[in-house]
């Protein structure tokens, strides 16, 4: 049962933070080349293009939950097995979420890529 | 090309110097306790946390900058080689030991980084490209 519980966590962690990732992606193509921006019209130009983005603050609101459900499976489960499960399966989930919902192109070299970070995340703990 | 390299190793050096100075000043700082949690509090006047948390705003900027002009695919590895960062700076500025495992998952993810750092960094698009187009002749009519 606890192991339930916690692999539940894990799995809203890696929802969540996924589709943060894939959200802030999509704000910040909207908004455009962030260094022209800061070039043309200075940094806090920047700013204010970016906490103007409705698609950025829900962003950001999935990877403050993403964090609070990291603390909470961390204190159901060692952080030998949580930080390697979640961000290695947060990598195979964003891929599928940006070929999908953000249409770019996973080709094969990527695939490979993110299978070879993820096994090398793991190791990482070993 | 020497753009996306800057900004490879702007997010993959400050978000592995953020943890690390991070650990540093936490260590520094001693266990926090559920009995007295505003000790978590003093931890913003340690100076490695706080240049530490410069990292990391550091590494949000590039981030964003990243995804500005690239692929969320594309940039994704460029964190993951944050570990790798985080691995030689634990093992040459903190001293922790680095078993030989971890150096192999350093190895990997740096050849998955490798593979996608050469490709494309942005889906082309041929229906933004024809809109364009189309402006463009718009235009010049």
């Known amino acids: 049962m606890s192991s339930l519980k916690l692999w539940i966590a894990i799995g809203m962690l890696v929802m969540a933070s996924s589709a943060g990732d894939v959200m802030l992606s999509a704000a910040m193509k909207r908004i455009g080349d962030l260094e022209e921006i800061r070039a043309k019209k200075g940094l806090l130009a920047v700013v204010g293009h970016v906490v103007r983005e409705k698609l950025f603050l829900l962003g950001l609101c999935c990877l403050i939950f993403s964090f609070f459900c990291l603390l909470t499976a961390l204190s159901w ?23 999908f919902l953000l249409h770019e192109n996973v080709d094969r070299r990527r695939w490979l890529s993110a299978a070879l970070v993820c096994i090398g995340v793991i190791l990482l703990v070993k | 090309m020497l753009k996306k390299l800057f900004i490879y190793l702007a997010i993959a050096c400050c978000n592995g110097a953020g943890d690390v100075l991070l650990k540093r000043g936490m260590d520094e700082l001693g266990e926090i306790h559920l009995n007295n949690p505003a000790h978590i509090f003093s931890a913003f006047l340690n100076p490695w946390i706080v240049v530490g948390i410069l990292f990391l705003a550091g590494f949000f900027y590039s981030y964003l900058t990243a995804l500005s002009w690239a692929d969320l695919t594309y940039v994704l590895p460029a964190t993951a080689f944050g570990y790798v960062v985080t691995a030689f700076l634990s093992r040459f500025f903190l001293h922790e030991a680095v078993s030989p495992w971890r150096w192999a998952g350093v190895l990997l993810i740096t050849g998955g980084v490798g593979l996608v750092a050469r490709g494309p960094s942005l889906t082309e698009r041929r229906d933004t490209n024809q809109l364009a187009a189309q402006k463009e002749q718009h235009e010049l009519a």
């Not at chain 1, 930080?83 to 979420?97: D, E, G, N, V």
């Open chain 1, 77 to 99: 489960g060692d952080a030998s097995l949580v930080a390697p499960a979640s961000a290695s399966l947060t990598y195979i989930c964003s891929a599928i979420l940006a070929k």
